[in-house]
């Protein structure tokens, strides 16, 4: 047996196309089925999260957020918002 890895199988017996990557614009094949219902416009995950990022700004927005405390300082909570250690008098 060899070590060498076994080339990716391309969909046997479904139509393909080559299409360019809509965030780094390499040419990947992708099902004609896939890209007809709005699929297959990246390349890989990583280059559909870069857009998606940089379209809605989520991660960006999550690591700014932070839970006030009782001295009204921003700092890390862990707790549950609903559990009762989370309710806490102003």
Wanted: glycine share 4%.
């Amino acid at each position: 047996m060899s070590d060498q890895k076994q080339p990716q199988k391309v969909w046997e017996g479904a139509k393909t196309a080559t299409y360019k990557c809509k965030c780094c614009g390499k040419d990947f094949v992708a099902r004609t089925a896939d890209r007809d219902r709005g699929w297959a416009r990246f390349c890989s995950k990583s280059c559909k999260a870069t857009k998606q990022e940089a379209r809605t700004g989520q991660m960006k927005a999550y690591l700014r957020r932070t839970v006030r405390t009782r001295e009204n300082r921003s700092a890390f909570d862990d707790t549950h918002p609903f559990s009762p250690d989370a309710f806490v008098r102003w």
